[in-house]
Each structure stands twice: as structure tokens, then as C-alpha cells.
């Protein structure tokens, strides 16, 4: 069983910045499960269908990023902590959405929602 819960989620101004953190447990995901997982960031916005956003791979040497945040956010990981982040600068209110991170069984991310176990999303609201 793997859980997977974000935080770091808020109301900001626009050309603000947040930082989204996704802290990995559960009782048969290991650490060393862990650091051999891709994991993903996604976002749903109000009425519309669930997006990629970021993808990082299990060394984190590989990165993947959505059009439409490439130069504003960095996906990072700390696989001591079992935790990835998302660091996001720059927000617009096009950002406002419930942001989910998601963990993948291989080591590279993918755009698809092709991803083994999800979270419960955090809520980011970028006010104009």
C-alpha cells in the first residue's frame, strides 16, 4: 500500500510563488521502492480534464515539463525524504487548479496517466 500526500497548497497573488511538496510512505513502499520510481506532478482545474504538469525521473537526473509552466516550475526529489516537489514561480490564475503528484512503477515519468498510485491533490488558487 502506498500513500502519497501533497501539501504546500494556497491562495496566491498573481507572480506569486508556492512550493508544492509529495511525501511518499506506506507499508511495502520502501525507500528503496521509492528511489526506483518516476514520479509525476498533474493539475485539475475547474471543468476541465486532468493535465500533465511536471515528471521527474527516479534519479532525477530527467525532467518533463508541460508547455504551459516550462521556465516557472522545477520538479525536484529528495529520495532520503521520499518526497518530490514542485516549485512554482510566477503563478498566473490559469495555474489555479487541484494539483495531484503521482508515483509511477519505472524509472521515467510519462505525460499519460499512466502512473500506479495517486494522491488527494492540494489546492493552489492564483487570484488576479
Known amino acids: 500500500q502506498v500513500q502519497l500526500v501533497e501539501s504546500g497548497g494556497g491562495l496566491v497573488q498573481t507572480g506569486g510563488s508556492l512550493r508544492l511538496s509529495c511525501a511518499a510512505s506506506g507499508r511495502t513502499f520502501t525507500p528503496s521502492l521509492f528511489a526506483r520510481s518516476a514520479m509525476g506532478w498533474f493539475r485539475r482545474a475547474p471543468g476541465k480534464e486532468r493535465e500533465f504538469v511536471a515528471g521527474i525521473s527516479s534519479s532525477g537526473l530527467t525532467t518533463d515539463y508541460a508547455d504551459s509552466v516550462k521556465g516557472r516550475f522545477t520538479i525536484f526529489r529528495d529520495n532520503a525524504k521520499q518526497t518530490v516537489y514542485l516549485q512554482m514561480n510566477t503563478l498566473k490564475p490559469e495555474d489555479t487548479a487541484v494539483y495531484l503528484c503521482?508515483?509511477?512503477?519505472?524509472?521515467?515519468?510519462?505525460?499519460?496517466?499512466?502512473?500506479?498510485?495517486w494522491g488527494q491533490g492540494t489546492q493552489v488558487t492564483v487570484s488576479s
Open positions: 503521482a508515483q509511477r512503477n519505472s524509472p521515467f515519468p510519462t505525460r499519460t496517466s499512466d502512473y500506479a498510485y
